[in-house]
């Protein structure tokens, strides 16, 4: 049987240890910050977005719980190399994941390996560390200078 539980903590410790794309980009176009003062998670976002409107690359370097971390790792896993338009979509699915009813199985053919991360709705104080990422990435596309926060 599947067990999103097992999942969940493979996935986290796996991204959280050695995250993905983490570190500054040389060249970006767009870039911002966030922070959760819940948990105390900081991070920043480089963005290069070309032309097309493509998300060409995508970083983050910050500091922060595990969650925060592997979720920012697999946010940018996800939406590197896809339209800015894709990234809206997924941060709408995200959004209703982390905040629906714990009998809802995540759709996990458009949020693919995001939906582990449907394992904080159990522990709703982590919802926030999850979604720093994604709120931090909308500020950066919509070039806020403000830093996004949680709170
Ligand atoms: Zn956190």
Same mark, same amino acid.
């Given at each position: 049987?599947?067990?999103? &539980?097992?999942?969940?903590?493979? =996935?986290? =410790? ?5 995250? &993905?794309?983490?570190?500054? %980009? ?11 003062? %819940? /948990? ?8 290069? !977005?070309?032309?097309? $409107? ?10 922060? /719980?595990?969650?925060? !971390? ?7 896993? @996800?939406?590197? $190399? &896809?339209? =800015?338009?894709?990234?809206?979509? %997924? ?10 009813? %714990? ?14 991360? @449907?394992? =904080? ?5 982590? !919802?926030?560390? @999850? ?11 919509? $070039?806020?200078?403000?830093?996004? &926060?949680?709170?």
């Amino acid at each position: 049987m599947f067990d999103l &539980r097992d999942l969940y903590q493979q =996935v986290i =410790v796996d991204h959280n240890k050695s995250p &993905r794309n983490f570190g500054k %980009l040389s060249e970006c176009s767009h870039e911002a910050d966030g922070y959760n003062p %819940l /948990c105390g998670d900081k991070l920043h976002i480089y963005l290069k !977005i070309d032309d097309d $409107g493509i998300i060409e690359d995508v970083s983050f370097e910050g500091e922060g /719980c595990a969650i925060s !971390i592997a979720s920012a790792s697999l946010m940018t896993d @996800a939406i590197k $190399g &896809r339209p =800015v338009k894709d990234f809206e979509h %997924l941060f709408d699915d995200f959004q209703h994941m982390v905040t629906s009813d %714990l009998s809802e199985m995540p759709d996990d053919e458009r949020l693919g390996k995001l939906a582990v991360l @449907a394992g =904080v709705r159990e522990f709703p104080s982590r !919802i926030k560390c @999850a979604t720093l990422c994604w709120h931090t990435m909308k500020s950066a596309v919509q $070039g806020s200078d403000q830093p996004a &926060r949680t709170e």
